[in-house]
């Protein structure tokens, strides 16, 4: 049983509504100390409000958050000043740069320039130059240096809304390394999003929220046991899609002309996949990730047309 001090963020029955509509509503939701925690759901489903009600930005309609033991309503500044926060969408001053906000943050935290070392660091990391203004930065780089305000204190907790937005392939793998190094030094991070590949590649557990309501809390080798991939395949000519089909973990297979598609499933047998397209000439090959929603489908034992509920 985890004690207390193991348990960084922690909600009953949290609520939150607009007018009538509930945008999230009775989350149970325990966040440990010093895990990656994936907080994923299509876009709409409630992860932003969440993180706002977390913040004590909006009050709950019901229900009640601590975080670090102490009430999210009676200690929201507290809090604050122990967590780092990258929202989803970031507001920047034109008219300063990126070193003139780094400086500022510390000036509110009454560090003085304690963390202006690190600040650079990460800068050199993320390829961003805190000379420069603020004014008209792109998406990519509004990441930057929302990333090097929330980390350059070294904060207890991180809680990141869709951290890895407008960044370039190897700009997340950077961001991915930062993750992995607060986690070995013992810090908590609380990150959303719906990108599951990055999902699978730094949190240790992930919460699926839906429609408002969390649906289900399982570590990322759970949610990757029951996802699956789809795999098309190019060849030189036209074969049946009958050739795939005893191969273990395939199913629904497809094919037009030369272009092959099947389901990739966690148990597949990859070796005898790749035996089989080999006795032909591969044109191409693409793995695609299924979307959430056929995650969740799948988690649940649901398919399309199936009018069976699901799960909670």
Request: with cysteine; charged share 25%.
């Amino acid at each position: 049983m985890l004690q207390s001090t193991d348990v960084i963020i922690q909600t009953r029955r949290l609520t939150h509504c607009y007018g009538k509509f509930a945008a999230i509503q009775d989350v149970d939701l325990e966040v440990r100390r010093g895990e990656v925690f994936g907080f994923l759901g299509p876009n709409g489903a409630g992860k932003t409000t969440t993180i706002r009600t977390l913040l004590d930005f909006i009050r709950p309609s019901a229900g009640s958050a601590t975080i670090f033991g102490l009430d999210t309503r009676r200690e929201g500044v507290t809090i604050r000043q122990r967590t780092g926060y990258l929202p989803s969408e970031l507001v920047l001053w034109n008219n300063w740069t990126g070193l003139d906000y780094v400086r500022w943050l510390e000036q509110v935290r009454g560090r003085g320039n304690g963390h202006l070392a690190e600040a650079q660091r990460l800068a050199g990391l993320l390829d961003f130059d805190l000379k420069r203004s603020l004014r008209g930065l792109s998406t990519g780089m509004k990441r930057k240096m929302g990333l090097i305000a929330a980390l350059l204190h070294r904060p207890e907790l991180l809680i990141l809304d869709e951290p890895s937005t407008g960044l370039d392939p190897l700009m997340q793998q950077v961001f991915h390394d930062l993750v992995r190094e607060a986690r070995a030094e013992g810090r908590t991070v609380f990150l959303s999003s719906h990108n599951l590949p990055e999902v699978e590649a730094i949190c240790d557990r992930v919460g699926i929220i839906r429609a408002g309501r969390l649906e289900a809390v399982e570590s990322v080798s759970d949610l990757t046991h029951v996802t699956f991939r789809w795999l098309t395949l190019t060849l030189d000519r036209a074969i049946s899609p009958e050739t795939f089909r005893a191969i273990a973990g395939v199913s629904d297979l497809s094919g037009e002309g030369a272009v092959l598609r099947m389901r990739i499933s966690g148990d597949t047998d990859m070796d005898a996949v790749i035996k089989q397209a080999a006795q032909y000439t591969v044109r191409d090959l693409h793995i695609e990730h299924p979307t959430l929603e056929e995650i969740f489908l799948t988690y649940y034992g649901r398919r399309e047309g199936n009018n069976h509920e699901s799960r909670v």
